[in-house]
T-cell receptor, first 113, second 112 residues
């Protein structure tokens, strides 16, 4: 399968714990995006990378959130000191600069208890 | 503020029937509009893409329309199947492909 993959697919954690998600984009894609989607809503933009560089971060990305793409391939999204409001689906997408299409992964469903 | 509004919020139809989903947008600058299908617990998958100059485009049983003057789009599903049950999200692309404005989706349920 050469699509976008995400790991884990589901994560249940207790409030206050740290969690890390991984996204593997389509191999030739230089752009990688993170979104958050709550139930019944469309995805909301969090941040995006072009190669290794994090070019934009949404105001939704509080200090507890950090994302990296160290080698310009896979990316990680870490949430520190999780809160119940962090419960959501975290979607990753990848694409090519200048091409108006993003391909989405299956998402990681986070539940904070 | 860029916005995409979809209607209806939810819809239940019988298998084999047709349905039409609506999308109104106020997004600038406009690049293209896509309809995505999102199955429960999965990521969105693109169904159709509409550029500024296109009025109608079909993909199997899915037909999308775009009226750039009124900033409206529709997605028509013909001969619905149980597997069509999903959320359908209207997404407008702008800003070099980085900026996506998402609608909240229409939740479609197809029943026997």
């Amino acid at each position: 399968d050469t699509g976008v993959s995400q790991d884990p697919r589901h994560k249940i954690t207790k409030r206050g714990q740290n969690v890390t998600f991984r996204c593997d984009p389509i191999s030739e894609h230089n752009r990688l995006y993170w979104y958050r989607q709550t139930l019944g809503q469309g995805p909301e933009f969090l941040t995006y990378f072009q190669n290794e560089a994090q070019l934009e971060k949404s105001r939704l990305l509080s200090d507890r959130f950090s994302a990296e793409r160290p080698k310009g391939s896979f990316s990680t999204l870490e949430i520190q000191r999780t809160e119940q409001g962090d419960s959501a689906m975290y979607l990753c997408a990848s694409g090519l600069a200048g091409v108006y299409e993003q391909y989405f992964g299956p998402g990681t469903r986070l539940t904070v208890t | 503020k860029n916005q995409v509004e979809q209607s209806p919020q939810s819809l239940i139809i019988l298998e084999g029937k047709n349905c039409t989903l609506q999308c109104n947008y106020t997004v600038s600058p406009f690049s293209n509009l896509r309809w995505y299908k999102q199955d429960t617990g999965r990521g969105p998958v693109s169904l159709t893409i509409m550029t500024f100059s296109e009025n109608t485009k079909s993909n199997g049983r899915y037909t999308a329309t775009l009226d750039a003057d009124t900033k409206q789009s529709s997605l028509h599903i013909t001969a619905s199947q149980l597997s069509d049950s999903a959320s359908y999200i209207c997404v407008v692309y702008t800003g070099g492909g980085n900026k996506l404005t998402f609608g909240t989706g229409t939740q479609l349920k197809v029943e026997l």
